[in-house]
């Protein structure tokens, strides 16, 4: 027997699976742990919740499973993306992570232009800055906190600090370096002339390799953490978007993954390095050689789900919030969401956008609340669905993932409003598979990942179909949506 472990670090929590080379799931466990916000436009986390956290889920998975350790062929990792760790010579962290949907950086994107033309910039990375990646953070903490710059030794994302915990090297990868905002996108290496202009030491920068490339082997301290055997192969493994791509086994251009976790993000692969000529979405490397992936993000997605029952309707599951939003209509009698809680990414890039209930009169109830704010984030992501289509890419087949993709009424808002069939994996943790493939991929259990993909994936064959007159309606709604922030702008 052989065995792969996937592990995969989101925002919320961290999940582990224990698969093998036909992609069936002998065990799985998760722990969540904090978001810091000591104000409301930072967002942080402590490393150590988080290597703490894994290790929990780890061991969980061994234990389930005895024996497992001594056949476990290969480890790797899924991702949060953007995300900005620092440590000292010993490995230390300097500070808290400053993650993704932090928003405290939009000096530091003016400043980096004013020392790169914004063309010269977006011509090598494919993207537009956006506060919460590394390239800023980084910036932010030279200026603000210059006695931790001072210290730093190494940079890292998330999942490259518990990459590291677990092997002892440090190191990233071509996906997760790519979202940082100091990569050449193309040439899958760091803007070396960027990384000299802005004034950040060349020294601090891990090597760059490829995800399903081997970065190392558990070490006697990481068996002695986690209960794995010492000597297991360790890949580098990507970001959470590729991973979410493998383990939805997209290894061609076509298919659209609609994402739905704290955030929310569409994404679709690329045989070429597309990008919108306005930059309102992303392009990253996919965790596939010579592949790219082009995202459109939306900051809230479950989060405002989540925002909506504990804060607001005091409900106690989304199982409740759900039965309660079927008993709204198609448009939730007028009722139109913007789910920008936490500034916006795509189509916008507007850290100021706030959220909005437009419409609301006497005779609205809850139930067209919890279905406005499911619509909200669903014609969120059609924005970037548009922009697809305009640059040309050819979307066949939608496959919907995360937590939210568990309910019904979601899943056919989403096939309503995109117009297309929606499929679903035939498990849940496909940034954990995709980590598991790229671990299979690297230690030689398959030859490719095309193979290791055909061999690990499986969608079911029945999908949730469209109703096309109510995307006709969702058509129009989606100009009102648009007009309501282009109106809104200056307020916000």
């Known amino acids: 027997m052989e065995y792969f472990l996937g592990i995969d670090i989101g925002t919320s929590s961290v999940k582990t699976i224990l698969t093998d080379r036909t992609g069936k799931i002998y065990s799985c466990a998760q722990r969540g742990y904090s978001l810091i916000k000591e104000r409301d436009e930072y967002a942080e986390q402590d490393m150590e919740e988080i290597w703490n956290a894994t290790k929990e889920t780890v061991s969980a998975v061994l234990v389930s499973v005895p024996g497992a350790a001594a056949w476990i062929r290969g480890i790797g990792f899924s991702g949060q993306q953007h995300g900005l760790v620092m440590v000292d010579a010993q490995g230390k962290p300097l500070r808290n992570a400053i993650i993704w949907s932090d928003q405290r950086t939009a000096g530091e994107i003016q400043d980096i232009y004013r020392l790169i033309p914004k063309e010269t910039y977006r011509g090598v990375t494919l993207n537009s800055l956006s506060t919460g990646f590394l390239a800023v953070s980084l910036l932010w903490v030279k200026k603000q ?234 014609l969120g992501m059609q924005n970037s669905i548009c922009i697809f289509n305009d640059i040309g890419i050819q979307i066949d087949r939608v496959i919907a993932s995360g937590g939210v993709a568990r309910s019904r009424l979601f899943l056919q808002i989403l096939a309503d409003v995109f117009g297309k069939e929606i499929y679903l994996n035939s498990i849940q943790e496909q940034a954990c598979m995709g980590a598991a493939i790229s671990a299979a991929t690297g230690t030689g259990a398959f030859n490719s990942v095309d193979e290791a993909c055909l061999s690990m994936v499986y969608l079911h064959d029945t999908p949730v179909s469209p109703n096309m007159e109510n995307n006709k309606i969702y058509q129009e709604i989606l100009q009102k949506y648009r007009m309501l922030y282009n109106r809104n702008h200056d307020l916000f």
């Open 145 to 378: 906190e210059p006695t931790v710059f001072e210290k730093i030794h190494k940079i890292m994302l998330p999942k490259d600090y518990i990459r590291y915990k677990i092997c002892g090297e440090i190191g990233t990868e071509d996906s997760d370096a790519s979202s940082t905002g100091l990569f050449d996108t193309v040439g899958r290496n760091w803007a070396w002339s960027f990384i000299d202009r802005i004034g950040l030491p060349e020294k601090i920068f891990p090597y760059c390799g490829k995800s399903y490339e081997i970065a190392g082997k558990v070490s006697a301290a990481g068996e002695a953490d986690t209960g794995l055997q010492r000597g297991t192969p360790v890949v580098f493994g990507a970001g959470d978007t590729p991973m979410q791509a493998l383990g939805n086994g997209m290894i061609r251009p076509g298919t659209l993954a609609a994402n739905v976790g704290t955030a929310c993000q569409v994404s679709s692969v690329l045989d070429q390095p597309l990008y919108d000529s306005l930059y309102r979405t992303n392009t990253f490397c996919h965790a596939t050689p010579d592949q790219w992936i082009i995202m459109g993000a939306n900051l809230s997605g479950g989060i405002a789900l989540k925002w909506l029952k504990t804060q607001v309707l005091n409900m106690e599951s989304y199982e409740e919030m759900t039965k309660a939003g079927m008993e709204s209509g198609v448009g939730s009698n007028g009722l139109i969401f913007l789910p920008y809680l936490n500034g916006e990414r795509t189509p916008y890039n507007d850290p100021d956008a706030k959220a909005v209930f437009f419409g609301l009169t006497l005779r609205h109830s809850r139930n067209d609340m919890i279905r406005a704010v499911m619509e909200g984030i669903v």
